[in-house]
């Protein structure tokens, strides 16, 4: 399957480094040319997706806000 176009601009492609399963919802880390991305979704889109530790993924961040703190 390939994306031909999408109207998210951020996207990461990486390979996925580890998945913690729950219940309900999953972490899933992605390792990207930029660092890890972590993701929660739920652990029935892991299923479905058939998502598993090796897997190549695009991760797509769509945000309307991102907050900075001090450290």
Same mark, same amino acid.
């Given at each position: 399957m390939s994306i031909k176009s999408i109207n998210v601009r951020n996207q990461f492609r990486g390979v996925i480094k580890e998945i913690i399963d729950g219940p309900v919802l999953s972490e899933v880390d992605v390792q990207t040319a930029s660092g890890i991305v972590t993701s929660v979704i739920t652990t029935r889109s892991v299923r479905e997706l058939g998502?598993?530790?090796?897997?190549?993924? #695009?991760?797509?961040?769509?945000?309307?806000?991102?907050? #900075?703190?001090t450290l």
């Open positions: 998502l598993q530790v090796g897997s190549e993924v #695009i991760a797509f961040v769509k945000s309307t806000e991102v907050s #900075i703190a």
